[in-house]
């Protein structure tokens, strides 16, 4: 069924900031026909960021390939970064225009398309409608659906995308455990003191918690043998290939464990990242991290933990952490006990494209957020 597309428009008007941005990127153009479309693609780009900023869903603009100054030089592209969704491409017609032509180098990879009728004068665009995907590189006018459908298409694919924490995309609310223990809490209990009862201060010691968890040299029998050789040297090495060979969760998460104490930038296990939940939780403030790790039969490892911020050792009493299906229905809990717990934690895995969530309670107070692997 066809709509109205003119009825359907939402009119945003082009400031002058808008339109000096589109003139600085079209400057850098060698020559006018690239400077008109840069000129163009920039004010369907900032029309459509404008229009997601009143409905408060986050982008980011600079991290936008039509934001990026050798980007759109080598490509016609209007792409518009969704914050931990994807590329929105964003674009443009005249006023009269009934079809909309779409490069070949933006038909795929694309969260999808919005098409914006930018007015003669450039004073205006009148956002005319979405498109999830397409099949052709015009599209008539009267194939877009309305905004509605992109607005529920979005918040179907909202939430955490922790395959892009993997490539080292985070989005801002998620620092990294030494921003946040530097910027708030220098106190904060991020890790134990001790893991499995050493201090991780030496080769020699990262070897005890090493034998402790293959018991009677058993590893001997897994790692290859340019690693048997290099026992002392090659000890990160080691760590990595047991953490990535094994199917006991306990064992891969205290590696891990091992690994963000003597090498925290390590890249196999960066994939991990916190958030200050603020003083949400009845005048609590807490943290929760969350870190992902890939494995060896294409699920993913995923870990849950929920500390106590500033000074306070020990989380609240009965602070509640949770994991839920995508329905709400609750697979895991864990809940603290009076002055025993610096941190509770979850573990589970999931496959590609398996949505969850996370709750954490206590009393009344509650706050969930959303991920897909």
Known sequence: MNYSTEQQSISIPISAKFRDTALQFAQEQPNQDKAKQIYLNTLAVQVVNNYLQMLDISTTIEASHSWDSWGRMGANVADLVLTGIGHLECRYIRTGDHICHIPSEVCNQRFGYVVVEINQTCQEGKIRGFLAQITTTEINLEQLQPLETFIEYYHQFSGVQLRQWLEGIYTSQWQSVEELALQKSPQLAFRSPKIRGFEIDTPKKVWQVIEQLYPQRSWEKILPSRLLSNLDREVNDILVYLLQTTNDE????????????????????????????GMQLAGNSVALMVAILPKIDKTYAVLLRVYPMGTKPYLPADLQLAGLYENGEAFLEVKAREQRDNYIQLKFCAELGEKFQIRVTLNDATITEKFVI
Do not use: F
């Open 250 to 277: 306990e064992i891969r998460w205290t590696l891990a464990e091992v690994l963000w104490t003597i090498t925290p930038n390590h890249p196999v296990i960066t994939a991990r990242r916190i958030m200050d939940l």
